[in-house]
């Protein structure tokens, strides 16, 4: 009988695993000893670092979008039916249609989501660059701006941690390009003391503020948004009026980890932070924005987690003692504006030191951008 490895999500994470394995493991899923199943809730698979760039009219979310199936390995079985519980008990997963996949090897890729419900008034007039079709929205808006007031708000845990500096980096120079910066107010605020978690990036940005005349604000925790009046109330009581509204609200795991009581109170899988593992479950890896690990949820980490989390599986799958162990690395380029760029490398014992901005690491980022493709078939 084959032995039944299930993916869970069709991002990143999921899809690099399923490729490393489909082609190191093709002799024995063509022997019929190892079967791949992706269960995944999307037929199409969106590169989401392109909604910083799709925001400010820069790209195109359609360019950067692909059929699932067109980016699997032979070997991989597809399946776009969302899971809505996981019974750990039972070793199986139920999908919407109610269909059932039995494993003996599960690793979990759903990814986090932003949480619009978690203020009041915040769904009804926040606009965001972290879904698509927020994305779409805020482009016009953003677009069309001849002057005002821009805030941006963020709460914990989020996706890319350096996305919204990038973003107003960029709405500094577009605004410049277009002769109206005088007329834009630019605020940004930090629920912590400093202008982003990572201490040296906070050191990095904060001359950069002062430079541009980019506002900001730290210690400030949304309390509720007016959508009337288009103010923001923060926790400390101060009282934001704004033009736009972008904000990133804390993420939340999946509905399924929630459904399935696999999560911390945000949805988040308690997860070895060497091997990947589920705590609890010595049959189940969690990768990217899945876990409740303390690196930044990005698409890098979930590349670095997901060569841990097959290299195991394949051991494991071989009677081998699985060997890899994930070290914390995290790799984020961060745009400074529209034409330079910086980057960070990390890892749970080496911290960032961002260095200064050049147009060369710019067109690196726009060049991975391209070639994102290749990295999720494995290739790159
Ligand atoms: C604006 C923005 C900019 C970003 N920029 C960068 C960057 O420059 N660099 C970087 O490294 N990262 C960046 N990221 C973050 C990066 O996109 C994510 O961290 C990465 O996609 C995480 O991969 P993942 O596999 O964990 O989750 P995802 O890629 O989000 O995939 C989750 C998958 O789970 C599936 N799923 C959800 N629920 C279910 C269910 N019930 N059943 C089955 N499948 C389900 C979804 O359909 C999806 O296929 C950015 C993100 C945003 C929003």
Redesign the pocket.
């Known amino acids: 009988m084959a032995k039944n490895v299930v993916i ?7 899809t690099m695993v399923a490729n490393h394995l489909a082609r190191t493991m093709r002799s024995e899923i063509k022997r019929g000893e190892i079967s791949v199943t992706q ?4 037929a199409d ?1 969106v590169y ?2 392109s ?2 760039f799709a925001a400010i009219n820069h790209a195109r979310i359609e360019d950067y979008t692909r059929p699932q199936q067109s980016l699997l390995s032979p070997g991989v079985n597809l399946v776009v039916d ?3 519980k996981i019974d750990t008990g039972a070793n199986k997963v139920i999908t919407a249609s109610g269909a059932t996949f039995p494993y003996d090897k599960l690793v979990i ?4 989501y932003p949480d619009f419900n978690s203020m009041p008034g915040l769904a009804e007039v926040a606009d965001n ?2 879904t698509a079709e927020g994305t779409v929205k805020l482009r016009e808006k953003l677009t069309n701006f001849t002057g005002g007031k821009i805030v941006i708000t963020i709460d914990v845990p989020h ?2 941690p350096v ?1 919204p500096l990038e973003l107003v980096f960029m709405l500094d120079e577009l605004y410049r390009e277009k002769g109206i910066r005088d007329k834009v107010d630019l605020l940004y605020t930090y629920p912590i003391g400093r202008l982003h978690s990572l201490e040296p990036v906070a050191t990095w940005a904060q001359p950069e503020f002062e430079k541009r005349g980019i506002n900001w604000e730290c210690f400030c925790n949304v309390d509720s948004v007016d959508p009337q009046k288009k103010v923001v109330n923060t926790l400390e009581g101060s009282e934001i009026p704004f033009d736009i509204l972008i904000s990133i609200p804390a993420h939340k795991g ?3 980890i929630i459904d399935s009581e696999l999560g911390d109170e945000g949805g988040f899988i308690p997860t070895d932070r060497y091997t990947l593992k589920a705590d609890g479950y010595d049959n189940i890896y969690v ?4 876990t409740n690990l303390p690196v930044s ?6 590349h670095y987690e997901a060569d841990v989390v097959a290299e195991n599986l394949i051991s494991e799958l071989r009677g081998l003692t699985p060997s890899h162990y994930y070290d914390g690395k995290v790799f ?2 961060v745009e400074a504006g529209l034409n330079k760029a910086t980057y960070v490398s990390f890892s749970y014992t080496k911290p960032p030191t961002p260095t200064p901005p050049t147009e060369m690491i710019h067109w690196f980022k726009l060049a991975f951008n391209e070639m994102y493709w290749l990295s999720a078939r494995g290739i790159l």
Do not use: M, N, R
């Open positions: 869970l999500g069709g991002g990143t994470g999921g269960i995944t809730a999307d698979h989401q670092p909604f910083l969302p899971a809505t890729a759903t990814g986090a660059f972290y996706k890319c996305a999946a509905q399924v990768l990217g924005d899945a949820k990005a698409g890098s980490t979930a984020c380029f």
